[in-house]
């Protein structure tokens, strides 16, 4: 079985700051990984994913976030935030071969001026 | 190109009454997902269609619920009998196959049902 456990349910940083995003996971074979963005009103982005290639993925709008298979982790993080970033960031875990998505609980991200 | 659509975009009705969700997927995807984003219950996994099969059901929470798929392409899920437990918006996905290769799930804009 598959889940997600993010860490934080609010996220708030200053704009120019760098954002950090903890997301740990439990898998019970080889799984994929993705980040998802949902600004309100919005139906829900792919940020980025991980597929067993690279253990540091990029992704879309500057956001990066590196496998860690030791540490069952999967943090997204952001140089400098920007205030087109305030969302809510889902972190997913697919299990190998599988089809059915687990989502994290989700982190509100709040960007101050 | 034109992503995943869901129609209404937000749908109110009453207690006890049916509701029909629809989903256009994009062309030519294979794989069609329904997902539930609620207060209480997070992100859900409701049903996955490969085709116009399903086969996998095991989200769906009540045998109130019930999904098809036609031609390959558009679904539509039915609530019968609306709970006050049914609100939530209810997502639709669609990937270009189902189990291995590039399935990568595309999201809809979600359908807001809230029931009186």
């Known amino acids: 079985a598959q889940s997600v456990t993010q860490l934080d349910s609010h996220v708030s940083v200053s704009e120019g700051t760098p954002v950090l995003l903890r997301c740990n996971y439990s898998?019970?074979?080889?799984?994929?990984l993705f980040w998802y963005v949902q600004h309100p009103n919005k139906g829900l982005q792919l940020l980025l994913k991980y597929t067993s290639a690279a253990t540091l993925v990029k992704g879309i709008n500057g956001f990066e976030a590196e496998f860690k298979k030791s540490e069952t982790s999967f943090h997204l993080t952001k140089p400098s935030a920007h205030m087109s970033d305030a969302a809510e960031y889902f972190c997913v875990v697919r299990d190998f071969n599988d089809y059915k998505l687990s989502f994290g609980a989700g982190t509100t991200v709040t960007v101050r001026a | 190109g034109a992503g995943v659509s869901q129609s209404p975009s937000n749908k109110v009705t009453e207690k006890g009454k049916d509701v029909e969700l629809r989903c256009d997927p994009i062309?030519?995807?294979?794989?069609l997902y329904w997902y539930r984003q609620s207060l209480g219950q997070g992100l859900e996994f409701l049903i996955y269609f490969q085709g116009n099969s399903a086969p996998d059901k095991s989200g769906l929470p009540s045998d109130r619920f019930s999904a098809e798929r036609t031609g390959g392409s558009v679904s539509t899920l039915t609530i019968q009998r609306t709970q006050q437990e049914d609100s939530a918006v209810y997502l639709c996905?669609?990937?270009?196959?189902?189990?291995?290769?590039?399935?990568?799930?595309?999201f809809g804009p979600g359908t807001r049902l809230t029931v009186l």
């Open positions: 996905a669609s990937s270009l196959v189902g189990l291995a290769g590039d399935n990568e799930q595309f």
């Open positions: 898998s019970s074979y080889s799984p994929s």
């Open positions: 062309s030519g995807h294979t794989a």
